[in-house]
């Protein structure tokens, strides 16, 4: 599929926390769960906080200002202050690089 | 650990000759915000009405504290101290608004409409090369660093809130007789906002109570009550007092059911008389008694109420309002009119209850002339403290009344007042 981007190594991601990318100038963060990729936009749905600087707990980011929680695989705002959810960006690993389908 | 302020000689014994220095110690002063505003005191903050939705808030003050009435989601009313529990920086800066939480700008900290502390920034530090670095301590708690919440209390849709989470009722608070003149004026009804006006006063905070406790003066200052018959000192009235004489109401009826006729004949005789003056506009004289105004066998025309220490209701013909004594330092206060109405009032009365606010507020026909007689009197205060005032219009002692003459409600004030301040030290300090 054409509109899959590589937008990373996988072997820049690591467990427990992100790490931001910028395809087509976008903000989003990429994180690595028990060895599977999701993608998510960087920016915190609640404060102005970069999610890919949170810690990941389970399947759930919790972001750095102000511990709101997202679920990283549908992008659910799962712990208050956050309400809004997040967009989530389909992902896969092909060859150690990160694709993500952008015209999602 | 607070400095005594100097003791008071009081002239006379009671409370008929007021020293000046009352009105001009800063000591003095931090004094009354502790013991008359902080603790054990009832403070009004706004109307239910000014805050009808889920988020709306209202920044103002209690003492010279900044507070915010929220309302929450779920439609509680909260008021909270505006206070980050981190740096102390009073972070909301907007009179009104609609907010889901309060973000402090300094560094994020998060708050709920009812003060809860929602999240702290880098709480579990910064990831830095592999390795977390700083954040707050394992046993940080938000629940422990949510604002500073205060009581509150809400009657006939009028806000009241006390940093003193001990203080009585409201109810006890006002006792029955002012309640009773209080549930008159916010009898149920939803309020409207009609509008505000605000004012500095660079007098001690004190005199506005004073001013609204003194019918001696309006029929002889205010020579727009005189000139167009809206005041005479033989109205029918009375003046009543809480069991404290903290509070009070002046109460008074005027003949024709509060219609005023600009009579030579009708009119007190001062020398502010002048019958040939003639309104532009008559109708800011177009009253219309209105049912609410009967209270027994009576159908008062003006009734004054003054709850100490914070605020004025006034009843004043067709004109209703809030007034919100806001002190800041022993020299000066803001004043704040809220000029109100009520759900069922017709669009004529709306506009009847408007005009007529036009004789209140800073510029007002007859409230204009109040901010500057306390200006002056604080300018003779501050000249020379070791002097004193006299009240004793009516006599030395202290009582209801059912007339004008008399200054017995300024008396009652400082009877309470002296009772509170000079109270030994031990109430001093302690309030959240």
């Excluded at chain 2, 003639?278 to 008694?289: A, G, H, K, S």
């Excluded at chain 2, 005009?355 to 200006?375: C, W």
């Excluded at chain 2, 002056?376 to 007339?403: C, I, M, N, W, Y």
Aim: proline share 6%; with cysteine; charged share 25%.
């Amino acid at each position: 599929m054409s509109n899959w981007t590589d937008v990373a190594a996988e072997a820049d991601l690591f467990e427990g926390a992100g790490i931001p990318v910028a395809p087509g100038g976008r903000d989003i963060a990429l994180f690595s769960v028990e060895g599977e990729v999701f993608a998510t936009d960087n920016l915190c749905t609640h404060g102005n906080a970069k999610l890919c600087d949170g810690f990941v707990e389970g399947h759930e980011i919790e972001c750095p200002f102000h511990q709101g929680r997202f679920d990283l695989r549908t992008g659910d705002a799962t712990l208050p202050p956050c309400t809004q959810p997040i967009k989530v960006w389909p992902a896969k690993v092909e060859g150690g690089r990160v694709y993500l389908n952008l015209g999602a | 650990m607070s400095v005594s302020p100097d003791a008071l000689h009081w002239e006379a014994g009671g409370t008929s000759r007021i020293p000046f220095a009352v009105y001009t110690d800063e000591q003095r002063h931090q004094r009354e915000l502790e013991r008359l505003f902080y603790q054990g005191h009832w403070c009004y903050v706004g109307l239910e009405a000014e805050i009808p939705n889920p988020g709306d808030f209202k920044r103002t003050v209690v003492g010279e504290r900044s507070v915010i009435m929220t309302r929450a989601a779920d439609g509680q009313i909260h008021v909270v101290e505006n206070v980050c529990a981190h740096r102390g920086m009073r972070f909301c800066r907007k009179r009104h608004g609609n907010a889901t939480e309060f973000v402090c700008p300094y560094h994020q900290w998060s708050y709920q409409p009812d003060g809860t502390l929602q999240g702290v920034p880098f709480r579990r530090g910064v990831r830095q090369d592999g390795k977390v670095n700083g954040g707050m301590p394992a046993d940080f708690n938000p629940k422990d660093h949510g604002l500073t919440r205060l009581k509150v209390a809400v009657r006939g849709g009028v806000v009241f809130a006390s940093f003193d989470h001990d203080v009585e009722s409201l109810e006890d608070y006002m006792g029955p007789t002012v309640l009773q003149y209080f549930d008159r004026l916010f009898n149920g009804r939803k309020l409207t906002i009609l509008g505000y006006n605000r004012q500095r006063i660079p007098g001690n905070w004190k005199l506005m109570q004073e001013n609204i406790k003194d019918p001696y003066h309006p029929g002889l200052l205010h020579t727009w009550f005189v000139t167009f018959g809206l005041w005479r000192a033989d109205n029918k009235s009375e003046l009543r007092m809480d069991a404290h004489h903290r509070h009070a109401a002046m109460v008074s009826t005027r003949g024709s059911m509060g219609q005023a006729s600009g009579q030579a004949a009708q009119v007190t005789q001062v020398s502010s008389f002048k019958e040939s003056m003639q309104l532009e506009d008559p109708r800011f004289l177009d009253i219309v008694p209105e049912p609410w105004w009967q209270m027994d066998d009576q159908m008062p025309t003006a009734v004054m109420t003054t709850l100490f220490p914070s605020v004025i209701f006034q009843q004043q013909v067709n004109s209703v309002s809030t007034r919100h004594i806001q002190p800041d330092g022993h020299g000066a206060f803001d004043f704040v009119w809220t000029h109100f109405g009520f759900e069922d009032d017709t669009p004529e009365m709306t506009q009847r209850r408007l005009r007529q606010a036009n004789l209140f507020g800073p510029a007002g026909f007859v409230s204009a002339d109040d901010g500057e007689v306390i200006e002056f009197s604080q300018q003779a205060f501050d000249s020379k403290p070791q002097h004193r005032a006299l009240a004793e219009l009516g006599g030395r002692e202290v009582g209801e009344t059912d007339h004008m003459v008399t200054e017995t409600l300024i008396r009652g004030m400082y009877e309470y007042w002296r009772k509170v301040m000079e109270a030994p030290e031990k109430c001093d300090g302690g309030a959240a």
